[in-house]
């Protein structure tokens, strides 16, 4: 939210500023978040009042003008390029070192086609003062040559940029902030007067209105201004909405942006004289209507689409933006000013379906005052009649089902000690309070009753909403620090320390290996993550239509991640990434949420090398690091299990001690044909909670023989069919102790051993702690076996070769 410091002034009689400085740290005091300040007097430094003296056409370029300028000390030869320039003009010259609001740049002495330019003769929207760029700002004949351009335009102000939370829609105005800063120094704000001259016809007799989704709109105003000029809006008008960043239009509509500015009731006015039927009917569109609105852009909307409707069809999006086909234009000759209440959860949800969020939807989907809507009303009504000349029919048609109750919040005093740790008395609270407008109402028993402004009813509704405004006013800056530290070190809690080192030492790990840590969005689009096996968990006011779920695994976000990267650098990159994060799943009854880890390897192979042939990343590649990581944890015994997937394509189940602990995939086109790529890449997705709960708290370390091992080669003939996990097992199951490494190196198939037949040869070492095996022990161990092979799996020996 921009607040200008003097339009601030202005709201708080008897105001003053005795430093800036001062200011800002109270402000900041009581929670107002300052993003930026900007001071319009430093943003004009270097700028001054020149008096164009002569004009002569640039010697080598038709467009182009040199100048002779009066700045009050010196006279400034200025190359300038707009058509208007002319002598005798009273101009605003930006000088050398000066910096250019719009655009940013530093004016510098300069040659422009061989003429020195040592200034820079100004436009409106140079200055940003507007938009206009026709051609140079002409300053009134009255203006003093030398004169700082910041004293000339009044140019005093502060702008202040105020990051405001959703809670605090009171905020989202001038009034609001005003509200604020008067408090801390107790004082009050004064709304502005709103004289009307009312006219003898009624506005009810011009126009009727009617709501038929009365939970939607509680309350909805409308009055009628006939016979006004539409035309450029005064000086003043124009610079209060610049300071607050909006852009002039026209006086009416001008008119509405600064109410709503001030006060934080969004406005809209329509042209009269199209409002078909005379008539205003608040109702939900239909499932797939459309409406075009004031930006030009046809919008599809829903069946909870709160639409403002005239007696032939839809006028406006409730609380969002108008139509185009009854928008203000300059052959405007009446207006109907309304001003309405609309559900802010309503306003909400439709504005995130729409994709359209506007200053009016930003106000009304944190809640307005439903109380001030007719001061609201006068205050437009009044300024149009001042600066557009309208007859404002008599009344306001006023249609108001929908009135709430008084909010009454309680507060106790020592709980707002116990919680704050400061000393408040009855009195002090009231005070406190009192100072933003929450007015003390009765005291009963030990509670203090507070009745709750309409501006506040959707951030305090509880005691302790009012004992954090308590602390806020207070100040944040004079509640003392106490630290009392009774910590007992001998009693140990395990507040998950063990699982927080599980994930720092697995990212550890993974930077260690040469991956590079990646965070992807945790909502991610319904439609394209509900191909996993995991129910997505919807959103149900997502923040776009491709965010409207939360994630169910880290394998989407790890493969659009990689996708992209490959996109900006090329095919032939080598990527190695992991992330550590949450998903969620719907489990019917409830909600879980897990974390897990992902790791992944794409394109080449980062091994660069004269002697080593370009490849690219492979499975067993991805096995490998997934081996690796799990013998970093100490979990040896696992095994891969595969499955083939819908989609025709093979993943891995992942387990270990009847646990899974999660899958290895790989990823192609036919995988995720709505990423557009024909890269193949393999991703491991780990829970590592699961993992936690199969580690070994307690490490075991054998010590390395002093002896030498032997080692036997094997190669036995078995069925294809027969699984390298299965011969794995049965070897290891009947080595022995002494069995320290098995090691698979060649897989041979030949006609002459069969078609369904295949070779492996495996590596076998042998070691004791104690002693040097002798050949007769060890041929003892490959006998053994042999025979196990052969009586469990029907494997034969091929040949049994001594290494030594």
């Known amino acids: 939210m921009r607040i200008s410091l003097n339009w601030i002034k202005s709201l708080i009689p008897g105001f003053k500023v005795e430093s800036y400085d001062v200011l800002f740290k109270d402000m900041v005091g009581i929670g107002l978040d300052i993003e930026s300040i900007e001071s319009e007097r430093e943003k004009f430094n270097n700028f001054v009042v020149g008096e164009v003296l002569e004009t002569a056409k640039h010697p080598n370029a038709d467009k182009l003008t040199v100048c002779k300028v009066n700045t009050g000390d010196k006279t400034l030869s200025i190359v300038c390029g707009a058509s208007n320039v002319a002598a005798g003009q009273k101009v605003c010259v930006a000088k050398i070192g000066a910096v250019i609001p719009k655009g940013g740049f530093e004016i510098k002495k300069s040659k422009l086609r061989g003429e020195i330019s040592e200034g820079m003769i100004c436009a409106e929207d140079e200055l940003g003062l507007s938009d206009d760029h026709s051609g140079i700002m002409v300053l009134k004949q009255d203006a003093v040559p030398g004169q700082e351009f910041s004293e000339y335009a009044g140019a005093d102000d502060y702008f202040i940029e105020i990051g405001v939370t959703p809670n605090r829609g009171d905020l989202f105005s001038q009034t609001g902030m005003a509200r604020e800063i008067a408090g801390i120094y107790g004082l009050k704000v004064r709304k502005p007067e709103t004289p009307i001259t009312e006219s003898k016809e009624k506005s009810e007799d011009f126009i009727d209105i009617s709501i038929e989704n009365k939970e939607l709109c509680r309350r909805f105003t409308g009055r009628v201004v006939k016979n006004v000029v539409i035309k450029e809006s005064p000086e003043w008008l124009k610079k209060a909405l610049t300071a607050v960043g909006l852009r002039p239009i026209n006086n009416i509509v001008d008119i509405t942006n600064f109410v709503m500015m001030e006060t934080g009731q969004p406005l809209h006015a329509f042209d009269y004289d199209k409002v078909r039927g005379k008539k205003i009917i608040v109702r939900t569109a239909k499932e797939g209507d459309k409406f075009t609105t004031l930006d030009s852009k046809e919008r599809i909307l829903n069946d909870r689409s709160l639409m403002v409707c005239d007696g032939d069809g839809p006028s406006g999006i409730a609380g969002i933006m108008g139509g185009e086909f009854s928008e203000i234009s300059s052959d405007t000759k009446n207006v109907l000013i309304e001003v309405a209440y609309f559900d802010p959860v309503c306003i909400r949800k439709n504005s995130k379906k729409l994709g359209l969020q506007t200053d009016a939807s930003q106000r009304f989907e944190r809640g307005v005052d439903i109380e001030n809507i007719p001061y609201v009303s006068d205050r437009a009504a009044s300024l149009i009649q001042q600066i557009a000349g309208g007859e404002v029919l008599k009344g306001i048609v006023d249609v108001y089902p929908g009135r709430f109750e008084k909010l009454i919040v309680s507060v106790r005093s020592r709980r707002a000690e116990s919680i704050i740790g400061i000393t408040l008395t009855g009195d002090h609270i009231k005070k406190l309070l009192g100072s933003i407008e929450i007015n003390f109402v009765k005291e009963e028993d030990d509670r203090l009753y507070f009745e709750i402004p309409e501006y506040r009813r959707e951030d305090i509704q509880r005691e302790i909403d009012l004992i954090e405004e308590i602390a806020r006013l207070y100040g944040y800056a004079n509640i003392e620090n106490d630290y009392s530290f009774r910590l007992d070190v001998s009693a140990h809690i395990d507040y998950q320390d063990s699982f927080l080192k599980l994930q720092n030492n697995s990212r550890e790990y993974f930077i260690g290996r040469g991956f590079n840590e990646i965070i992807s969005y945790s909502q991610q689009d319904y439609g394209r993550i509900s191909r996993f096996q995991s129910k997505p968990v919807k959103i149900t006011n997502p923040n776009s239509v491709l965010m409207n779920a939360m994630r169910v695994n880290l394998t989407f976000g790890m493969v659009g991640t990689i996708l992209g990267n490959l996109n900006e650098i090329g095919k032939d990159s080598s990527l190695r990434l992991f992330e550590i994060g949450r998903v969620f799943t719907d489990a019917g009854e409830k909600f879980t949420e897990e974390t897990h880890l992902c790791f992944s390897l ?112 094997i190669a036995v003939v078995s069925e294809k069919k027969i699984l390298y996990q299965d011969l794995y097992n049965a070897i ?53 076996i042999v025979k196990n092979l052969n009586k469990k799996l029907g494997v034969t020996l091929r040949a049994n070769i001594t290494n030594g």
């Open 602 to 713: 794409c394109g080449k192979r980062d091994v660069i090398s004269f002697d080593v042939k370009e490849s690219g990343f492979d499975f067993l590649d991805l096995k490998g690091e997934l081996g690796m990581y799990l013998a970093k944890l100490n979990i040896e015994n696992y095994e891969l299990i595969c499955y083939n997937a819908e989609d025709g394509n093979r993943f891995f189940e992942i387990k270990s001690k009847d646990s899974v602990l999660g899958e290895v995939r790989i990823m192609n086109q036919q995988s995720f044909e709505d990423f557009d790529s024909d890269t193949e890449l393999f991703v491991a997705e780990l829970n590592l909670e699961n993992v936690f709960g199969v580690l070994n708290g307690s490490r075991e370390y054998s010590e390395i023989s002093k002896f030498p091992s032997a080692k036997r080669d």
């Open 732 to 784: 290891r199951e009947s080595g022995g102790k002494y069995l320290r490494e098995i090691r698979l190196f060649d897989i041979y198939t030949d006609e002459r051993l069969g078609n369904d037949l295949k070779s492996m040869t495996f590596s076998l070492e042998f070691s004791s702690p104690e002693k040097t095996l002798t050949d007769e022990e060890v041929s003892a161990m490959v006998d053994k």
